[in-house]
């Protein structure tokens, strides 16, 4: 929530050409009646690219489901697993994974109102529920439905007692549950979620599931997205170094700001590409205080990059 904005996944999309890419959670009823232009737009760059709902309504669901795919997104995404107080109140998210028959509902309406793929995000439990259990019983209902990708966050949620910080971190990951439901159920997609913070673990998860997605891993450090492609796809890496992808971004930064968008909305995002490097912090103070006072695009990046005191060995 409030990362994975259009200004991050562009930049993201510079990192790798092949990782699929996922907008913050959206309620639907904001994409129904908000502002759709700045919920919803994405440049082309950024294909494949999907969007991700929140909500419980079948028709209001079916309805923002059709908006997106209108809009060009690729998937529709389907969020299960949001435990926030606030989700929690509006009855998405998480709470959901205890009314499956309602997500399958809402998954069919969905379904009858797109040609793109409809999919969902879920834990594998919540607060009391047998794990071993709650996620085959819930992935089931949905499945029948008609929806064929789960991507699973191998923590249970516990709604009751834990913030949404702490249920990031807390609850055990339990990636062992996420490969029976892969070996049980085998004509279904399973993408795991959770805990991943490098590209050598997604390697090892990949042995026994369809997917991984990455989600404060990449946004922190986001340079490790450099090597996805190579990896996972056997395809070159777009850039050798973050000094080069900076330079690349020079051009987009610049028609942001003259369409009146913030040089911080744009900048924010690229704070951790120097994460474990020699003028870290230099060069995030650099970005942070050149969006304030910089009104070019390549200027701004220059400033950055001379703040680390190694443009040299990074160009």
Not at 183 to 195: C, D, E, K, S
Not at 285 to 307: C, H, K, P
């Amino acid at each position: 929530m409030e990362a994975t904005d259009r200004h991050c996944r562009y930049f993201h999309r510079l990192l790798s050409r092949r990782a699929r890419l996922y907008t913050e959670m959206l309620h639907a009823q904001a994409v129904v009646r908000g502002n759709r232009a700045r919920l919803l737009d994405f440049h082309p760059a950024e294909h494949p690219v999907v969007l991700q709902l929140g909500g419980s309504e079948p028709a209001l669901l079916a309805q923002a489901a059709h908006i997106g795919e209108d809009c060009g997104y690729d998937e529709i995404n389907l969020n299960c697993g949001c435990p926030s107080d606030r989700v929690q109140r509006g009855r998405f998210g998480a709470c959901l994974m205890l009314e499956p028959a309602r997500v399958a509902d809402c998954v069919a309406a969905m379904r009858a109102a797109v040609r793109v793929p409809v999919t969902i995000k879920c834990r594998i439990g919540v607060d009391e529920q047998d794990e071993r259990r709650a996620l085959s019983d819930f992935v089931d209902s949905v499945a029948a439905a008609g929806c064929t990708v789960f991507i699973v966050h191998a923590r249970k949620a516990w709604l009751r007692g834990l913030s949404a910080k702490e249920n990031r971190a807390v609850p055990p990951l339990l990636y062992a549950r996420v490969y029976a439901l892969k070996r049980q159920r085998p004509h279904l997609t399973v993408v795991l979620n959770g805990g991943i913070d490098s590209l050598q673990q997604a390697q090892r998860h990949l042995q026994h599931l369809d997917g991984v997605m990455l989600g404060r891993a990449a946004y922190e450090r986001p340079w490790l997205l450099r090597q996805v492609d190579p990896l996972l796809f056997g395809s070159a890496a777009p850039f050798a170094e973050p000094a080069a992808v900076l330079r690349a971004l020079a051009g987009y930064l610049d028609t942001q700001l003259a369409a009146g968008t913030p040089a911080s909305a744009v900048v924010r995002h690229w704070l951790g590409l120097w994460h474990g490097r020699p003028g870290a912090r230099a060069f995030r103070r650099a970005l942070v205080d050149g969006a304030r006072t910089t009104a070019a695009g390549a200027e701004l990046i220059e400033r950055a990059l001379s703040a680390t005191c190694t443009l040299d060995a990074a160009a």
